[in-house]
């Protein structure tokens, strides 16, 4: 595998229900993000860690909860989720957090999650 | 706060010209970007241009930047199928103190290439 890879790639859930999504990636970068990708509204940042510490977090509702066990490996931890929170949630990765063209972030595939 | 606009469709027949276009709030944004995104993929960086620069070309893309106006946008030359997608244009960083891995993005533009 190369690159930034995401799974699963369709989620369906109920609103009581608890899963995780999972983000990897292959390319020895230091700074991994999570992004929401909403049908009619910009991309919207979520969460963003740097050397497994989370160094941004947008006003996320709680039942959103991020883990970064390693460099290579983020998580989002789904719990009691909202219908409005179906969307596309991208995961992405850069080599640091410094921004700039030189430190491009690398996108997965996403995972589409529909919250009945 | 920050905003980046853009028209959520277009739609251009096979080897026609096709031109994105993008307006945006924060002055300070040392770079712009255009991410494409196809059916079932991550968003790919296609391009940049440096908020010093008004022209930047690769290859079949141009992007052209007024930054007086705050307008960015992106032609693609002899605009092939393969070209349909969701365009998204993005600025950043926005500053220095912060996180700055940010970008902001546009609603991202669908670009409809017809035979």
């Known amino acids: 595998e190369t690159g930034v890879t995401q799974t699963p ?17 292959h390319l020895g970068h230091n700074a991994m993000y999570w992004y929401k990708q909403s049908a009619k509204k910009p991309l919207e940042l979520m969460f963003v860690y740097s050397l497994e510490e989370r160094v941004e977090n947008n006003s996320v509702p709680s039942r959103f909860s991020p883990e970064c066990p390693n460099s290579s ?30 430190n491009e972030q690398f996108f997965g595939p996403g995972t589409r999650l529909t919250v009945l | 706060g920050e905003d980046v606009e853009q028209s959520l469709f277009l739609s251009v027949r096979e080897g026609d010209s096709s031109v994105i276009n ?28 440096f908020s010093n620069m008004d022209m930047k070309q690769d290859q079949r893309l141009t992007v052209l930047l007024n930054k007086k106006d705050k ?13 349909s997608a969701i365009y998204f ?27």
């Not at chain 1, 719990?79 to 921004?99: I, K, V």
Request: glycine letters at 10%.
């Open chain 2, 71 to 83: 307008h960015l946008s992106l032609r693609i030359a002899d605009t092939q199928t393969g070209d």
């Open chain 2, 22 to 49: 993008c307006t945006y709030t924060d002055s300070s944004s040392t770079y712009l970007y255009w991410y494409k995104q196809e059916p079932g993929a991550g968003l790919q960086l296609l391009t940049y241009i």
């Open chain 1, 73 to 102: 490996h983020l998580f989002l931890h789904l719990h009691t989720l909202q219908p409005e929170d179906s969307a596309l949630y991208l995961c992405a990765s850069s080599q640091d957090q410094t921004g700039g063209i030189y």
């Open chain 1, 9 to 25: 790639r369709h989620l369906v859930m109920g609103m009581t229900n608890k899963k995780s999504l999972k983000c990897e990636q």
């Open chain 2, 89 to 115: 244009c993005a600025e950043g960083p926005l500053n220095y103190g912060g996180s700055q891995g940010n970008l902001i993005f546009g609603k991202g533009t669908k670009l409809s290439v017809k035979p």
